[in-house]
Structures are given as C-alpha cells and as structure tokens.
C-alpha cells in the first residue's frame, strides 16, 4: 500500500480519535484524498454522493426498526417481555442474568440496533441486577455484551447494509442470524448457570406453577405476538423487510395505545421525532462513508488488497482466520455502519477466490462487528454501559472479557461450520449460489 | 446574543419537531396502506416508494441538524472518556470542523442547486423538481451553523462559570 493510502487512513483515525462526528470525519477524509491525490478533484462531485447515497428506500428500514424499538421502550412492551422471560427462568441459579440475556435477545428479535438494545435493557437490567445481589461485575459485563444480539438477532442494521453491496437475498441473511443468536444466549446461560450454581447469596424464587406461567403469559401476549408478526411476514414473503418494519410500528403504536394504554398521544409525537433524529445520526454515517469509500476505490485499493491476500493466503481456512483477525480488529475503531460500507466492498470481491459463500461471509461480518461494540478502544456499548453503571472503561472493558470470550467461540463455530447457519435459509429457499457480486458503492 | 439565540432556538427546534414528525408519520401512513391495499384490494401506491425516498432524505438531513442540540451525533469518545483535560478544547476543534463541513455543504449545494435548475431535472411520479431536494444540503448547512454557534455558547459559558465559580 502506497504512502497515500495510509496517511489518509492515519488522518481518518485522527479526525475520529479528536471528537469530530463520524460521519464528518468519513467525508473530510475523502475528500481530502481527492484533493490530495487526484489529478482532477471534484469536490462537487463527493458532495453530490454524498447527497444521492441517501436517495435510496431500502434505508427506510432502519428508520422504522428504531422507531419499532423506541415505541417499545417509551411503551411497556419492553417490560412486559422481560417479565415474560424472567417468570420461565428466575427459578434457576442465576435466573435473574439469564433473563436479562434472553431479554436482549427478544428485543433484539424486534429492533435491529445493539445501540437500541442497550440503552432500552442495560439502563434498568443492571440495577436490577446488583439489587438483587449479583456482583457488579457479572452485571456490566453480561448487559454490555448481551446486547450484540441487537444486530445478530434479525432484523439487523449490518444485515441491511451487507445486502446493499451485494446480491445477496436480505430474508436469506436475517435467517442466519438466529442459529448464532441462540448459541450465544445458550452459552451464555450456560455460564451464568455454572457461575452461580452453589451461590448462597442469591433468592432463588420457586418453581413458578402453571396458572402463574399462563397469567403471565397472557398479560404479555400481545408483547410476543409483535416478533413473530415480524418473523412470519417477512419469511412468508408476505411483507418486504421495509413493510414489516412498517407494520411493526403500527402494530406497537396501537397496542402501546389502545391495549396497554401506557402511552399517550402526547408520546406519539415525542417518540416518532425521537426516532428520526436517532436513524439520521446512523444513516448520515453511511453517506460518509460512502464518499470515503469513493476514495478507495479511486485508489484502487480493493484490487490491491485482494492481490495481496491471494497472495499471500491459500486456503479457505486461512483466508476466514484472517478475516476474522481483521474484522474484530477493524471492529475496534471502526463502528458497525462505516465498517461494512468501507471494509465490505474491499473484501466481498475476494469469496470466489476461496469459495466462500456470500450470505455466509455476511453473518460472520456481522457477528465480527457486533463484538466490536464492545472492545475498546473504540466499543460503543462499553461506554454507555459506562456511563449507565458510572463505571470507567477499564472496569467494562475487563468486565465483558468472559462474556467476549463465549461470543468469539461463537464466532469460530459458525465460521467453520458453514452449514450450521446456512441449512436455515437452504430449507426455507432463500439460500442461491452467488457467482459474482456487484458492489453497488 | 444569548437571548437571540434562545428565540431562534425555539423557532428551530419547533421547525424540526414538526417537519420531522409530519414526515416520518407520512412515510409510515403511506407504506402501511400500500400493504394494506395490496392484500385488501389488489392494488398498490406508485408514488409510496418515491415518497419514503424523500422523506428519508429530508429527515436525515433535518435530523442532523436536531441531532447537534441534543448531543446524539455519532462520535468517538475514547479520547474524551480517558483523558477528561482534553474535552473541552476537543469539543471546540469538533465544533470548529462541524462549521467548516456546513459551509462547504452551502458552498456545492447552491452549486448543486443551479445545476438542477439548469437542467429542469424533477422527480419520476411525483414530479418535484430536484432542486427542492438539494436545496436540503445547503438548508442542512445552515441549520448546522446556527446550532453548532448555539450549542459551543451553551459550552463556552458552562465552562466560564465552571473555571469562574
């Protein structure tokens, strides 16, 4: 790699590391390249895609699947899930971590964001938690890392994005997350279940009868029929992603108003304006990076990356080792958005090489970025849960260390056991041999 | 200059209420009715889909613009977090780098602008011309400075009274 390749990178790290907003940074340093390095620079131009990058409907998704997850929280969808879960697992050791885990899970079965996920379940989980006797650290650690599920568990922002820059069928990617997602809820169950096992200093509340489970499961039911509208209509084929989203809402929006009553139409207003600020702040990152990413691609990086892996990497194995190396290092200064636009288009070109499969790369990506959120120095999650549980970073960042630890042998698992993501989507016919792929950036 | 600035803040965040609910509850009437109407009746909006474009344009472009007064940008806090000395001449270098990227975003997007008016360009069904929607870059840019101006008073002040007091 040329000089100016790795001083433009240099100076996109910079601009992040000295506070300037993501998205500014991603489109200062494009353009700066250009300015720099090119024979003809066309500024206009960069500002012209970063305009269009934005003129596209499939981003429409990731607006509704935040305002789905804010109605939720500002409703008592939310609460009425936890306690849903916490009813079926709080008789065992540990039951209270286990809930907040399979919580995360369940939100994250409706909302598409670690983000979301973690400021709706961390902000009254952990208290609850170190109420009722957990050490402090389990509590950080497992509603830090828990949320990953946010974007594992379709429907998922990263998901979306990957499927952008390539053709791969969006149903298709969702369904591969769930394999991954319940792997790492039952592992990490698992753990808590092992770490607490002969604690004393734990209530341990009785087997709940079954009028109990069905009271409750009654009181929630209108809470857990709002995934499987998700999950049915988008895997039926009946809605696209962007009208499940669509119906999500209105769904929540009605029960949250007419059958909870926990919100007012005062909220409405509230809640949608807070939504659309929160999905601008994420999509206008994928217009900067979309002009960071015309920067590369005039600088031929993507060619020139994949000359070098190949020849450097022959096998498959090797090449999703490395893969993996890269993206959890990438993963920890780059946030989940800018990673797959920029990262993405320089690495898909190079499947066919190792016959990698293209919906299959795309979950390992996602699972990759997703335990980004948590490792320093640049971990999204580690520094809300920070300011949530008034702890510093360096508390978080050994806090998660277990729980990572589960998450990476996740990771490995899927990576080399292709079909036990892919026979989901192979089953249910939205698995295609992809030949070639058409980065669209 | 406070007190203007309080005034503008108002009308600015009333603007941004408005626009931005008004327009995300549009998008979201328009494809719920299109399902609706596809399974009830056999039928389907054309202009929903170039309607939800332009609203995610215009949102995400207002949005960011809200997203300043409410601190909800998308930045990296490493540094800030781990060197707390450093934040608020940081705070300023970033507030200084948000005017510069709106007067450039002003600066091409009435250029923007007067190459859609050359070309009499307007959208495929609904027909608006595509001049309103580039006129959102330089609006964006504008909006920008006065909130980034705003919000680096609100910080300067905080800290006066912080290092004064």
Same mark, same amino acid.
């Given at each position: 790699?040329?000089?100016?390749?790795?001083?433009?990178?240099?100076?996109?790290?910079?601009?992040?590391?000295?506070?300037?907003?993501?998205?500014?940074?991603?489109?200062? /340093?494009?353009?700066?390249?250009?300015?720099?390095?090119?024979?003809?620079?066309?500024?206009?131009?960069?500002?012209?895609?970063?305009?269009?990058?934005?003129?596209?409907?499939?981003?429409?998704?990731?607006?509704?699947?935040?305002?789905?997850?804010?109605?939720?929280?500002?409703?008592?969808?939310?609460?009425?899930?936890?306690?849903?879960?916490?009813?079926?697992?709080?008789?065992?050791?540990?039951?209270?971590?286990?809930?907040?885990?399979?919580?995360?899970?369940?939100?994250?079965?409706?909302?598409?964001? &670690?983000?979301?996920?973690?400021?709706?379940?961390?902000?009254?989980?952990?208290?609850?938690?170190?109420?009722?006797?957990?050490?402090?650290?389990?509590?950080?650690?497992?509603?830090?890392?828990?949320?990953?599920?946010?974007?594992?568990?379709?429907?998922?922002?990263?998901?979306?994005?990957?499927?952008?820059?390539?053709?791969?069928?969006?149903?298709?990617?969702?369904?591969?997350?769930?394999?991954?997602?319940?792997?790492?809820?039952?592992?990490?169950?698992?753990?808590?279940?092992?770490?607490?096992?002969?604690? &004393?200093?734990?209530?341990?509340?009785?087997?709940?009868?079954?009028?109990?489970?069905?009271?409750?499961?009654?009181?929630?039911?209108?809470?857990?029929?709002?995934?499987?509208?998700?999950?049915?209509?988008?895997?039926?084929?009946?809605?696209?992603?962007?009208?499940?989203?669509?119906?999500?809402?209105?769904?929540?929006?009605?029960?949250?108003?007419?059958?909870?009553?926990?919100?007012?139409?005062?909220?409405?207003?509230?809640?949608?304006?807070?939504?659309?600020?929160?999905?601008?702040?994420?999509?206008?990152?994928?217009?900067?990076?979309?002009?960071?990413?015309?920067?590369?691609?005039?600088?031929?990086?993507?060619?020139?990356?994949?000359?070098?892996?190949?020849?450097?990497?022959?096998?498959?194995?090797?090449?999703?080792? $490395?893969?993996?190396?890269?993206?959890?290092?990438?993963?920890?200064?780059?946030?989940?958005?800018?990673?797959?636009?920029?990262?993405?288009?320089?690495?898909?070109?190079?499947?066919?090489?190792?016959?990698?499969?293209?919906?299959?790369?795309?979950?390992?990506?996602?699972?990759?970025?997703?335990?980004?959120?948590?490792?320093?120095?640049?971990?999204?999650?580690?520094?809300?849960?920070?300011?949530?549980?008034?702890?510093?970073?360096?508390?978080?960042?050994?806090?998660?260390?277990?729980?990572?630890?589960?998450?990476?042998?996740?990771?490995?698992?899927?990576?080399?056991?292709?079909?036990?993501?892919?026979?989901?989507?192979?089953?249910?016919?939205?698995?295609?041999?992809?030949?070639?792929?058409?980065?669209?950036? | 200059?406070?007190?203007?600035?309080?005034?503008?803040?108002?009308?600015?965040?009333?603007?941004?209420?408005?626009?931005?609910?008004?327009?995300?509850?549009? $998008?979201?009437?328009?494809?719920?009715?299109?399902?609706?109407?596809?399974?009830?009746?056999?039928?389907?909006?054309?202009?929903?889909?170039?309607?939800?474009?332009?609203?995610?344009?215009?949102?995400?472009?207002?949005?960011?613009?809200?997203?300043?007064?409410?601190?909800? /940008?998308?930045?990296?806090?490493?540094?800030?977090?781990?060197?707390?000395?450093?934040?608020?001449?940081?705070?300023?270098?970033?507030?200084?780098?948000?005017?510069?990227?709106?007067?450039?975003?002003?600066?091409?997007?009435?250029?923007?602008?007067?190459?859609?008016?050359?070309?009499?360009?307007? &959208?495929?069904?609904?027909?608006?011309?595509?001049?309103?929607?580039?006129?959102?870059?330089?609006?964006?840019?504008?909006?920008?400075?006065?909130?980034?101006?705003?919000?680096?008073?609100?910080?300067?002040?905080?800290?006066?009274?912080?290092?004064?007091?």
């Amino acid at each position: 790699m040329e000089f100016s390749v790795i001083a433009i990178l240099l100076i996109l790290l910079g601009a992040l590391a000295a506070y300037v907003p993501v998205y500014m940074s991603l489109f200062f /340093t494009g353009l700066l390249g250009f300015l720099f390095f090119a024979p003809d620079p066309q500024p206009l131009l960069i500002t012209q895609s970063f305009f269009k990058s934005m003129d596209n409907f499939a981003l429409v998704v990731v607006l509704f699947f935040i305002l789905c997850g804010n109605i939720m929280t500002a409703g008592s969808i939310v609460e009425k899930l936890i306690k849903v879960v916490n009813t079926l697992v709080s008789w065992l050791p540990g039951g209270l971590g286990m809930a907040g885990c399979l919580g995360c899970g369940l939100f994250g079965a409706i909302s598409g964001s &670690t983000v979301a996920t973690v400021v709706a379940l961390g902000g009254f989980m952990i208290p609850a938690l170190i109420q009722n006797g957990y050490p402090g650290r389990y509590a950080v650690g497992l509603m830090t890392t828990s949320p990953n599920l946010g974007i594992i568990i379709p429907p998922s922002i990263s998901m979306i994005l990957y499927c952008m820059i390539t053709n791969v069928s969006l149903q298709g990617l969702f369904l591969t997350g769930f394999v991954p997602g319940i792997l790492i809820m039952g592992a990490t169950c698992v753990y808590t279940y092992f770490l607490f096992r002969n604690d &004393t200093v734990l209530v341990r509340m009785p087997v709940p009868g079954f009028r109990e489970v069905l009271s409750v499961l009654r009181e929630g039911l209108w809470s857990l029929l709002l995934p499987v509208i998700i999950f049915v209509g988008t895997f039926s084929g009946m809605f696209t992603a962007n009208e499940a989203a669509v119906v999500a809402c209105v769904y929540a929006f009605t029960v949250e108003l007419f059958i909870h009553r926990t919100m007012k139409w005062g909220d409405v207003k509230k809640v949608i304006f807070n939504s659309a600020v929160t999905s601008s702040t994420l999509l206008i990152i994928v217009a900067g990076a979309t002009c960071f990413g015309r920067y590369l691609t005039f600088e031929n990086v993507p060619a020139k990356i994949a000359e070098a892996v190949i020849e450097h990497i022959s096998s498959p194995a090797m090449f999703l080792l $490395a893969m993996n190396l890269f993206f959890l290092l990438v993963g920890m200064f780059l946030d989940v958005i800018s990673a797959t636009l920029i990262v993405g288009p320089v690495v898909i070109p190079l499947l066919p090489n190792f016959g990698v499969d293209f919906m299959h790369f795309g979950l390992l990506m996602t699972v990759n970025l997703a335990i980004g959120y948590c490792t320093p120095p640049v971990g999204v999650s580690m520094y809300i849960v920070g300011s949530i549980a008034n702890k510093n970073i360096l508390y978080v960042a050994r806090a998660v260390v277990p729980f990572l630890a589960i998450q990476i042998g996740v990771l490995f698992l899927v990576t080399y056991l292709p079909d036990l993501v892919l026979w989901l989507p192979k089953w249910m016919g939205f698995w295609e041999a992809i030949e070639t792929s058409a980065p669209a950036l | 200059m406070i007190r203007g600035f309080r005034r503008i803040d108002r009308w600015l965040s009333l603007f941004e209420e408005w626009t931005l609910f008004l327009s995300v509850l549009a $998008a979201m009437i328009a494809l719920f009715f299109n399902v609706v109407l596809r399974y009830g009746f056999s039928y389907s909006l054309a202009w929903s889909e170039e309607l939800v474009r332009e609203v995610i344009l215009y949102t995400t472009f207002v949005g960011c613009s809200a997203a300043i007064r409410s601190r909800a /940008t998308v930045r990296i806090d490493a540094v800030v977090q781990l060197v707390p000395r450093l934040q608020y001449p940081l705070a300023l270098f970033s507030y200084g780098v948000q005017l510069v990227f709106a007067v450039i975003l002003i600066y091409y997007g009435v250029q923007l602008c007067a190459l859609q008016v050359k070309s009499g360009q307007s &959208t495929l069904i609904l027909n608006i011309p595509t001049v309103y929607l580039y006129a959102l870059l330089p609006l964006l840019g504008v909006l920008m400075i006065l909130r980034v101006l705003m919000m680096a008073a609100v910080d300067i002040r905080a800290r006066r009274s912080a290092l004064g007091g």
